[in-house]
């Protein structure tokens, strides 16, 4: 594996930058509604979400998926869409649970706990993915020794 060249480390930081920016802007917008735990638990969720999401597609394109940290993001958006909602004026309904069990998220026994193990599971799987994947693929494993 070679070293990156300068500009795509700083492109990388630059995403970096970007996902760090738009999560400190999400959590300031629960400020009003316990943003620990609101924001927490749809990150979770929706990382979680993404985590595997990210796994399969490593899976079946034998490659890791582009852009990771944008995953993570979109779905927490996804899961935050009723509350996005909420703030428009629509009340909290049982069918926004379509968006990654929006409601019953925050009911789950351990709450915020639960998904972080959830989180650890999820994070594991996607992580041991790219690695079989990697090694799979890497001819140098595949010469005799």
Do not use: K
Not at 20 to 46: C, I, K, N, P, Q
Not at 62 to 75: I, M
């Amino acid at each position: 594996m070679s070293n990156p060249s300068p500009s795509q480390a700083l492109r990388v930081c630059s995403w970096c930058l970007v996902v760090v920016v738009v999560e400190v802007l999400l959590y300031v917008s629960y400020r009003s509604h316990d943003a620990r735990f609101h924001w927490l638990t749809h990150f979770l969720a929706g990382a979680s979400t993404a985590l595997v999401l990210m796994a399969a597609w490593t899976w079946f394109r034998r490659r890791p998926a582009p852009f990771p940290l944008v995953w993570v993001v979109v779905a927490h958006l996804f899961a935050m869409v009723p509350d996005l909602l909420f703030r428009a004026g629509v009340a909290h309904e049982w069918w926004m649970d379509l968006f990654l069990l929006h409601i019953r998220s925050h009911f789950v026994p351990g709450r915020n706990l639960t998904w972080l193990v959830v989180f650890g599971f999820a994070l594991t799987a996607y992580l041991v993915t790219v690695d079989r994947r990697a090694r799979s693929s890497d001819p140098a494993r595949m010469a005799p020794a």
